[in-house]
């Protein structure tokens, strides 16, 4: 699809160039004879992309003007890469980031050495871009295609004839009558053809109906009434019969264990294996890391964002680029005073309140940025970011540092050497609909790659089908391990949720489980009956960790149910020393984009870590943040 990629100077230095195809002419010289050298050498071009067509080819550009160093994009002409200008806007800001101090000191030597042999001595070697560059052109390409497929490709507004507006206008009107006729007429037309169908089959169905061993005659029919039962009497009251249960019964069926290869087959369809975790050289299978929303090329390779080492203002506005945008006006040179950097943290303050951080961390963020950056002379936006990279971590590490134990396989393998071969039992809680038994499935597959033994607490005797649930989870991870190291126990609904805790966890000791993982019925954090069930439930069975299960579409409000739910444990519990929760699981992580401020307003409220990240429906959809990360996504 792309014929030729070229970076050159504006001097005609050719610092990078890749071909892909043998080419007719040579395209890249042909724009600079016909568009640039009559330019001016491109001094006054702006760094948007450009187009240009020269026999077969379509050619591209883009220049980074601090640099005077122009970005040549040559295709075939017929066809249609909508990708294209931010192809080269992605190859820029990733060639500038990278090699931004060679270009200037092959400037600075071009300049002193007169173009001579100083100049090709000291020529620096660009030929390392060439795995990046196909990184970035992966990454664009898979980005636009997901565009494509959300129906918002480059922002492209809608016609006016597809909006609501235009139907209220006369001629929208006169359309809307004209579609609403001609469907009328099809409609009509359909039924005249069904019936006269109708009608043509009609004599010939009583015509074969009539004949003798045609199996339709009146014999046959009254043959049929005499075998049709009495209607059955409908059995009122709470009384049902076993029959009736074991029919009704969708979750239960033969042993996962023993499952056949279709079913098998069915499970491994639940499980991403893009998606899957790594094992340590300890032989610990650990969780991905929560992978990033910009783009995806290779492995680990990140998609640049427009302010990352892009110094032309491509989206031409100063909100568009992101936080380090605020920090553009700052003037090369010039030594950052507090007065001088109050505007950029009042900004820096208001674009974090957008991310949903709470006011109180937003504060704490721009305070530990600021007072690093006072003092220091502006070398570039680079040497900026750098510095707004550096001193956001501190601060955020500061926050995010847990004040308990994140190894729970650890945890584990303590409590089963030194607790006298207990389980390490783990309560799922959390307010309707989150997906608590869905993440809890995650950590019992999660659980089954590190060998342990598992048992399914069925706790939640409330809401309809969530035994049956848990069932099916059961028995697709039992068909995924080809064992039986998870196991479900159940009592049905309308039982004590905390003696059925009680007698699971006796179960698990008895029968040697490593692990019990109790499901909570859900329940709304101002719900005190409920709240009350559940500080009996922890009260009585004392689980190992309490996990918070919560939403992250929901921004800060989930941060209202996590310190409910904390403070009803302690209301609650009846204890001298009450129990809280002691981590928090953020599911639906996949749909909030950059939004990550309430994950850091649930860690910075109650000092507890979040452990995992629900990202999708698969047992291999659970991660795991990092600091690195959370930064990223707080920077567009």
Not at 152 to 162: I, S
Not at 198 to 209: V, Y
Not at 336 to 363: F, G, Q, S, W, Y
Request: proline fraction near 2%; include cysteine.
């Amino acid at each position: 699809m792309l014929d030729q990629f070229t970076i050159a100077t504006k001097g005609g230095v050719v610092l990078w160039d890749k071909k892909y195809t043998e080419m007719a002419g040579t395209p890249a010289n042909t724009l600079i004879q016909t568009e640039l050298i009559p330019a001016g050498g491109g001094e006054q071009q702006q760094t948007r992309a450009r187009r240009y067509t020269t026999g077969p080819y379509a050619v591209q550009w883009t220049f980074a003007n601090e640099l005077n160093v122009i970005f040549v994009a040559v295709y075939q002409k017929i066809l249609q890469l909508p990708y294209m200008d931010e192809l080269l806007r992605a190859v820029k800001r990733h060639f500038v980031r990278r090699f931004e101090d060679e270009i200037r000191a092959l400037g600075a030597t071009t300049t002193e050495a007169g173009g001579g042999a100083a100049m090709v001595a000291a020529f620096p070697d660009f030929g390392a871009f060439d795995e990046e560059f196909e990184n970035v052109w992966r990454a664009v390409e898979e980005r636009d295609r997901r565009e494509r497929a959300a129906g918002r490709v480059g922002g492209t507004p809608r016609r006016f004839e597809d909006t609501r507006k235009f139907q209220t206008t006369a001629r929208g009107a006169m359309a809307e009558m004209a579609e609403l006729a001609e469907a009328k007429d099809v409609a009509f037309s359909d039924a005249a053809k069904d019936t006269a169908s109708g009608r043509r089959q009609a004599p010939r169905m009583r015509a074969w109906s009539g004949r003798k061993g045609g199996g339709g005659g009146d014999a046959a029919g009254k043959k049929a009434k005499a075998k049709k039962g009495a209607k059955e009497n409908r059995v009122w009251g709470d009384r049902v019969t076993k029959e009736t249960m074991a029919a009704l019964d969708y979750g239960r069926s033969s042993d996962a264990a023993d499952s056949g290869p279709d079913e098998r087959a069915a499970a491994a369809a639940l499980v991403d294996e893009r998606a899957k975790g790594t094992r340590t050289a300890d032989g610990v299978y650990e969780v991905a890391d929560v992978a990033e929303r910009a783009g995806e090329g290779a492995a680990g390779f990140v998609l640049l964002d427009d302010e990352e080492g892009d110094d032309g203002g491509d989206r031409g506005s100063e909100s568009s680029s992101g936080l380090l945008g605020m920090f553009r006006s700052l003037t090369r040179g010039r030594v950052l005073t507090a007065e001088v950097l109050a505007e950029p943290m009042a900004r820096m303050r208001e674009h974090l309140a957008n991310k949903n951080v709470a006011a109180e961390i937003a504060d704490q963020i721009c305070q530990t940025v600021a007072k690093g950056m006072v003092g220091v002379r502006v070398g570039g936006l680079h040497s900026i970011r750098a510095l707004v990279e550096q001193h956001m971590e501190v601060a955020l590490t500061r926050i995010l540092t847990p004040v308990s134990s994140t190894d729970i396989i650890r945890d584990i393998d303590h409590t089963r050497t030194h607790g006298a071969r207990r389980p390490y039992t783990m309560a799922f809680v959390g307010v309707n609909g989150v997906g608590k038994s869905t993440n809890l499935s995650k950590v019992c597959y999660w659980l089954l790659q590190n060998n342990k033994r598992v048992l399914v607490a069925a706790c939640d005797t409330f809401r309809s089908g969530a035994v049956e649930q848990l069932r099916v989870h059961v028995r697709n991870l039992r068909a995924l391990a080809g064992s039986d190291n998870v196991e479900i126990f159940e009592r049905g609904y309308g039982k004590d949720s905390a003696a059925i805790a009680k007698d699971a966890i006796a179960f698990a000791a008895a029968s040697d489980f490593d692990v019990v993982l109790i499901d909570t019925a859900g329940r709304m954090q101002d719900n005190e009956p409920l709240m009350r069930a559940l500080a009996k439930l922890v009260s009585v069975n004392a689980p190992d960790k309490i996990l918070f299960v919560g939403e992250a579409l929901v921004g800060n409000e989930a941060v209202d149910q996590l310190l409910k739910f904390n403070q009803a444990l302690r209301d609650f519990s009846g204890q001298a020393n009450p129990r809280h929760i002691d981590a928090i699981i953020l599911t639906k992580f996949d749909t909030i984009d950059d939004r990550v401020g309430a994950a850091l307003s649930m860690t910075y409220t109650t000092g507890q870590p979040i452990v995992f990240v629900g990202t999708g429906q698969t047992y291999t959809d659970l991660r795991k943040m990092n600091v690195a990360q959370v930064i990223r996504a707080l920077l567009r």
